[in-house]
Nanobody, 127 residues
């Protein structure tokens, strides 16, 4: 069964850090670009960051640039989202998604681009 599982979420204070994990089972992430998305209460889901399947290209939403870093370890079949300087407005459920692609150095923070989705992990930043 193809599955993405997010972990690493939790409660953190304003200015704190968290590291999210996106692990794949049932398939290898080698052939996939990976995106992180989030959905805050009462808001639509939005793109946060993505990484190409080569790892050589990353993109970030303006709201997280300079604070969040996406990376991947294909040997561990895992993608990470390091979140620093967290703010209360970062509070949301965070989802990872995988896009099967033949393109090595491209990714998009667009929901339609992705084929597989995880169930999400809650991140809460208290003020």
């Amino acid at each position: 069964q193809l599955q993405l599982v997010e972990s690493g979420g939790g409660l953190v204070q304003d200015g704190g850090s968290l590291r999210l994990f996106c692990a794949a089972s049932g398939f290898t992430l080698d052939y996939h670009a990976i995106g992180w998305f989030r959905q805050a209460p009462g808001k639509e889901r939005e793109g946060v960051s993505c990484i190409s399947k080569s790892g050589g290209r990353t993109n970030y939403a303006d709201s997280v640039k300079g604070r969040f870093t996406i990376s991947r370890d294909n040997a561990k079949n895992t993608v990470y989202l390091q979140m620093n300087s967290l703010k209360p407005e970062d509070t949301a459920v965070y989802y990872c998604a995988a896009a099967l692609t033949t393109v090595q150095h491209m990714c998009a923070i667009q929901e339609y681009w992705y084929h597989y989705w995880g169930q999400g992990t809650q991140v809460t930043v208290s003020s």
